[in-house]
């Protein structure tokens, strides 16, 4: 639901009409239509574009991303289906260090505590810190200047913490050259990549920082409105996040000029790719836009947009704070320090905090090591494919593992003992890419549901000719897809395929 948002486009009441009307029941469509004006074919196809409102009583949703599903997620639904409840499965519920996860729309309980990351002066975020509330970082900001601002954040090096790792202070500084004075902030709270939850943690525990560097860079860009666009099934982290809001607008921390807008996701992980992002926030499907034009030029209503991630804007006041130079000397082989969520089969599921470029067996050893014989592991979440535990000694930051053929992406690792199939492993991956796709480009689309239903006939078959055509229909995925999902959803097949020939029948 949309919260202290004036009313203005009739379409972008669109998702919100639906939310409230608990979904795309019979007749819905046709009410949401008669309130706004939108063709009644539109309103439902935005509606069936969304997991949560499409099927609004899906009962229990299990979770089936790949730590859940290694912890026995299909047994879990059986139970739950055996005990007579209503029970199906969903693509990732950002709950990885308590799997398999399960979530019911409207039940949410406490979260329970996951493992961290001790204290430590070099960190930027430091989740297992007091928060503080002092707002000294947003109060240099405006004392110094935008310029200020953004030479700190040039010269602490920070790259993006959503995926793409692009260095932030270039979109600063160009939305900062555009002409045009309409500009948004929007805060991408919409964690959805199997293996990540760390955004989840800083909300909870950090959510002054998450309020403050939003407002440094609303006064930096001379925006008027910030977005928060939360998934979701994260109801107790965007009430962390309004709660901080309220307490520092009460503490008088904030300029009363700026308007914040709190918006909802409804279930769809395609939405936390920024475009796409910015077609929910219109009222729309979200589909992917083609690039260029970039948000930072046309974004929000074709208006220049800062789109950033939670952890990304949580490190601006440590940097305003402690200088530019102070973050990028905390990393190790690239700047600053870095959130890393480890799940799947390890001893302490949980997020940590260490230099970025810290070894993979470094990391691991931070959350006690492999439960079993390591196998394997995925570095950043579904996206960033499988590396074999021979190459622990990766730096995990984000040219080095690109080097690797991998990615950094979220930074959700997922780890593997020599228990795991990794037939089954890539076959989970592209279960999640089919049904996460939006459909728009058919590379993606039809590359998707070939690799799954290739990987089914396999495991019935074990004959290696079933996996004849999947190399040339990877290919087609990464050259030819829209946006980074259809040109990632090949990984974890070919690197499944080219770490470990055998268990496709491959010869070594
Ligand atoms: C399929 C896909 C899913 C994505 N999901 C997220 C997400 O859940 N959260 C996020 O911050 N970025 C996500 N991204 C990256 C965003 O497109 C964008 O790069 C990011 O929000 C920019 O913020 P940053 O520079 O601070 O990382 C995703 C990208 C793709 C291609
Ligand atoms: S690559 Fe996939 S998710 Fe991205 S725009 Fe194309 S169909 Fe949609």
Same mark, same amino acid.
């Given at each position: 639901?949309?919260?202290?948002?004036?009313?203005?486009?009739?379409?972008?009441?669109?998702? $919100?009409?639906?939310?409230?009307?608990?979904?795309?029941?019979?007749?819905?469509?046709?009410?949401?239509?008669?309130?706004?004006?939108?063709?009644?074919?539109?309103?439902?196809?935005?509606?069936?574009?969304?997991?949560?409102?499409?099927?609004? $009583?899906?009962?229990?949703?299990?979770?089936?991303?790949?730590?859940?599903?290694?912890?026995?997620?299909?047994?879990?639904?059986?139970?739950?289906?055996?005990?007579?409840?209503?029970?199906?499965?969903?693509?990732?519920?950002?709950?990885?260090?308590?799997?398999?996860?399960?979530?019911?729309?409207?039940?949410?309980?406490?979260?329970?505590?996951?493992?961290?990351?001790?204290?430590?002066?070099?960190?930027?975020?430091?989740?297992?810190?007091?928060?503080?509330?002092?707002?000294?970082?947003?109060?240099?900001?405006?004392?110094?200047?935008?310029?200020?601002?953004?030479?700190?954040?040039?010269?602490?090096?920070?790259?993006?913490?959503?995926?793409?790792?692009?260095?932030?202070?270039?979109?600063?500084? =160009?939305?900062?050259?555009?002409?045009?004075?309409?500009?948004?902030?929007?805060?991408?709270? $919409?964690?959805?990549?199997?293996?990540?939850?760390?955004?989840?943690?800083?909300?909870?525990?950090?959510?002054?920082?998450?309020?403050?560097?939003?407002?440094?860079?609303?006064?930096?860009?001379?925006?008027?409105?910030?977005?928060?666009?939360?998934?979701?099934?994260?109801?107790?982290?965007?009430?962390?996040?309004?709660?901080?809001?309220?307490?520092?607008?009460?503490?008088?921390?904030?300029?009363?000029?700026?308007?914040?807008?709190?918006?909802?996701?409804?279930?769809?992980?395609? /939405?936390?790719?920024?475009?796409?992002?910015?077609?929910?926030?219109?009222?729309?499907?979200?589909?992917?836009?083609?690039?260029?034009?970039?948000?930072?030029?046309?974004?929000?209503?074709?208006?220049?947009?800062?789109?950033?991630?939670?952890?990304?804007?949580?490190?601006?006041?440590?940097?305003?704070?402690?200088?530019?130079?102070?973050?990028? =000397?905390?990393?190790?082989?690239?700047?600053?320090?870095?959130?890393? /969520?480890?799940?799947?089969?390890?001893?302490?599921?949980?997020?940590?905090?260490?230099?970025?470029?810290?070894?993979?067996?470094?990391?691991?050893?931070?959350?006690?090591?492999?439960?079993?014989?390591?196998?394997?592991?995925?570095?950043?979440?579904?996206?960033?494919?499988?590396?074999?535990?021979?190459?622990? $000694?990766?730096?995990?930051?984000?040219?080095?593992?690109?080097?690797?053929?991998? %990615?950094?992406?979220?930074?959700?690792?997922?780890?593997?003992?020599?228990?795991?199939?990794?037939?089954?492993?890539?076959?989970?991956?592209?279960?999640?890419?089919?049904?996460?796709?939006?459909?728009?480009?058919?590379? /993606?689309?039809?590359?998707?549901?070939?690799?799954?239903?290739?990987?089914?006939?396999?495991?019935?078959?074990?004959?290696?000719?079933?996996?004849?055509?999947?190399?040339?229909?990877?290919?087609? %995925?990464?050259?030819?897809?829209?946006?980074?999902?259809?040109? =990632?959803?090949?990984?974890?097949?070919?690197?499944?395929?080219?770490?470990?020939?055998?268990?496709?029948?491959?010869?070594?």
């Amino acid at each position: 639901m949309r919260e202290m948002l004036p009313k203005r486009g009739r379409r972008e009441e669109v998702l $919100d009409r639906l939310e409230e009307a608990g979904g795309l029941r019979p007749g819905v469509a046709a009410r949401v239509h008669r309130e706004t004006g939108v063709p009644e074919a539109d309103v439902y196809g935005v509606g069936s574009f969304y997991h949560l409102l499409s099927d609004p $009583d899906a009962g229990v949703r299990v979770c089936q991303g790949l730590s859940c599903k290694l912890a026995g997620s299909d047994a879990l639904k059986a139970d739950l289906e055996a005990a007579g409840t209503k029970a199906g499965f969903v693509s990732c519920l950002g709950r990885c260090d308590f799997a398999p996860a399960s979530w019911e729309a409207g039940s949410e309980p406490p979260p329970p505590v996951t493992a961290l990351s001790p204290s430590h002066p070099d960190f930027a975020i430091d989740l297992a810190a007091p928060e503080e509330t002092g707002y000294e970082a947003l109060r240099l900001a405006v004392e110094k200047g935008a310029d200020w601002v953004c030479a700190e954040l040039e010269t602490s090096g920070l790259q993006g913490r959503g995926g793409a790792g692009f260095p932030a202070a270039f979109k600063w500084q =160009a939305i900062r050259r555009q002409p045009e004075t309409e500009r948004y902030v929007v805060l991408n709270a $919409d964690e959805g990549e199997p293996g990540t939850f760390k955004d989840r943690e800083v909300i909870l525990r950090r959510p002054h920082l998450v309020i403050e560097g939003l407002a440094i860079a609303a006064h930096a860009l001379e925006a008027g409105d910030v977005y928060i666009y939360v998934r979701g099934e994260f109801g107790r982290v965007k009430a962390a996040l309004i709660e901080a809001l309220n307490e520092a607008r009460e503490s008088g921390h904030l300029d009363e000029s700026v308007t914040w807008h709190f918006v909802d996701g409804h279930g769809a992980y395609i /939405c936390g790719e920024e475009t796409a992002l910015l077609e929910a926030l219109e009222g729309k499907r979200g589909m992917p836009r083609m690039k260029p034009p970039y948000p930072v030029e046309k974004g929000f209503r074709s208006k220049p947009t800062l789109i950033q991630n939670v952890e990304t804007i949580a490190c601006v006041p440590a940097i305003l704070k402690r200088g530019g130079e102070w973050f990028k =000397a905390a990393g190790r082989t690239e700047a600053g320090s870095k959130l890393y /969520c480890l799940s799947g089969h390890v001893r302490n599921p949980g997020v940590y905090e260490a230099p970025l470029g810290l070894t993979m067996a470094e990391l691991l050893e931070l959350a006690g090591g492999a439960t079993g014989t390591l196998k394997a592991f995925s570095p950043g979440g579904a996206s960033s494919g499988f590396l074999p535990s021979g190459q622990l $000694d990766v730096a995990m930051d984000f040219k080095s593992l690109a080097a690797a053929g991998s %990615m950094l992406g979220s930074a959700g690792v997922v780890v593997l003992d020599d228990s795991v199939d990794m037939v089954e492993a890539a076959l989970s991956q592209a279960v999640f890419f089919e049904d996460e796709s939006c459909g728009q480009c058919s590379p /993606c689309r039809i590359g998707t549901q070939i690799i799954r239903q290739t990987l089914e006939r396999y495991l019935e078959s074990r004959d290696p000719g079933t996996l004849a055509d999947l190399t040339e229909v990877a290919w087609g %995925m990464g050259e030819a897809s829209i946006c980074g999902l259809g040109q =990632a959803a090949a990984l974890p097949l070919t690197s499944a395929m080219k770490y470990f020939p055998e268990e496709f029948g491959l010869g070594g």
